[in-house]
């Protein structure tokens, strides 16, 4: 069965400290993607990254940093220098590779970004 | 990325009434994927919806209760039917990114609420 924990249900910073959001997955299968989605106030889901299970490199966005480590099968997700609109919830997601088919998505952690 | 619009952005319905939700994408997609927020909750997926064949539920979820047409590859309609105010969340519908791109993408959303 496939499963996305992310324990930190809330999370509160102060602007310009770094922040780090955890999420552990679990999976049978050896192909699967994970993803960052943010949903601000606002409502609308908006995609941050897709990693696939082949490609264990860290990745890099501006302020945004991604860490996969399937040793621990960790994805975990990074914002340096964090500001105000970064407040968020963040949720964490899963899906296997060679089913088109549903997305399975964490409980969401929730980040304020404190000015 | 595909561009997804869903209609209305919100409404305030009645119990007992039903509420229709419209879903367009800006190009043609073989899956369309039905989701519900409930309030500081995660995403559930509801259903798939494959055009010219039965969508395909969840468990929790009936087609009593939550039809949706899928009448071609760039539309679809999720109805909420014989509301309560446990059908209070909001609903997205979402669709796979280009061929073998793996992203998934979300409309905006309709927020719902239920008196």
């Known amino acids: 069965a496939q499963k996305v924990t992310q324990a930190q249900t809330e999370i509160s910073v102060v602007e310009k400290e770094d922040v780090t959001l955890d999420c552990v997955y679990e999976t049978r299968d050896t192909t699967y993607y994970l993803f960052w989605y943010k949903q601000p106030p606002s409502g609308e889901l908006v995609f941050l990254i897709r990693r696939n299970s082949f490609d264990e490199q860290n990745e890099i966005s501006g302020r945004y940093s991604w860490n996969f480590q399937k040793s621990t099968s960790s994805f975990n997700f990074t914002i340096t220098a964090s500001q105000v609109v970064d407040s968020a919830v963040y949720f964490c997601a899963l899906r296997d590779m060679n089913r088109d088919d549903k997305i399975i998505f964490g409980k969401g952690t929730r980040l304020h970004i404190l000015p | 990325s595909a561009v997804i619009s869903q209609k209305p952005s919100r409404d305030i319905c009645q119990r007992g009434t039903s509420l229709t939700i419209q879903c367009q994408v800006d190009?043609?997609?073989?899956?369309m994927f039905w989701y519900r927020q409930q309030p500081g909750q995660s995403l559930t997926l509801i259903a798939t919806?494959?055009?010219?064949?039965?969508?395909?539920?969840e468990s929790g979820f009936v087609i009593d209760k939550f039809p949706i047409s899928r009448p071609n590859l760039t539309f679809s309609t999720l109805t909420v039917s014989n509301m309560s105010p446990e059908d209070s969340s909001i609903y997205l519908c979402?669709?796979?990114?280009?061929?073998?791109?793996?992203?998934?993408?979300f409309g905006p959303g309709t927020r719902l609420t239920v008196t």
């Open positions: 190009s043609q997609v073989t899956m």
């Open positions: 919806a494959n055009q010219g064949s039965e969508a395909t539920y």
């Open positions: 979402s669709v796979l990114g280009g061929q073998g791109a793996g992203e998934q993408y």
